[in-house]
């Protein structure tokens, strides 16, 4: 029937941050994006990443000029317990991280993998890694994105420090990222499933 899930929807137009925008971003900006409402299967996830990756490519962005990074995020049971261990690795070396990585620990321990510092970097490298985490159902889901990725032909990198650093994504993200040309600001794309966003 007309307007049964799942529903795929697209949009494009300007955006506005209400937060005050970091360095070399803009208050107003223009996005495009796509989103799917009540489907919860892997191939809905590579999906996204793919269309993303024939866009750029349609734009004329050679794919040797682009690295794609994958995490998956966890489900709700999974990563509440990661994140603890990450929140219990920090406070066991205190005495290394910086004053807002100890601060941000109790709140979102995992912006510490985004940290710049060279000293919180190179400790978070040691830190526990969410794919080593995961409940069977999360692993079976990641696994068959990667799955789907590998059948469409598409070269990416697993990063399980990449968090997308928004606490409502669940399951897979991802980010595009040029490989020269742009600096600290090379992500040119990215994003991931948001089962819980609506809560």
């Known amino acids: 029937p007309q307007g049964a899930p799942p529903v795929k929807l697209m949009y494009a137009g300007q955006m506005f941050r209400a937060e005050r925008p970091q360095k070399g971003r803009q208050r107003q900006f223009n996005q495009i ?16 990443i793919i269309m993303l990756m024939r866009f750029y490519e349609a734009l004329g962005i050679p794919m040797d000029n682009m690295r794609l990074l994958i995490n998956s995020m966890a489900c709700g049971t999974c990563f509440s317990a990661y994140r603890e261990k990450v929140r219990a690795f920090i406070f066991e070396h205190e005495d290394a ?11 979102n321990p995992l912006r510490a993998f985004d940290c710049k510092k060279p000293d919180c970097a190179r400790i978070m490298q040691d830190a526990p890694k969410i794919t080593d985490h995961l409940c069977a159902a999360c692993k079976e889901h990641y696994e068959a994105v990667k799955n789907h990725l590998d059948k469409a032909g598409l070269a990416y990198e697993e990063d399980p420090t990449l968090v997308r650093g928004l606490d409502y994504y669940t399951g897979t993200v991802f980010e595009v990222q040029a490989i020269e040309g742009l600096g600290s600001q090379n992500a040119i794309g990215g994003g991931g499933r948001y089962d819980r966003m609506s809560e």
């Open 33 to 48: 994006g796509i989103e799917c409402l009540g489907a919860d299967s892997p191939t809905i996830d590579a999906e996204a």
């Open 97 to 107: 991280f910086c004053e807002e990585c100890l601060r941000r620990a109790d709140i």
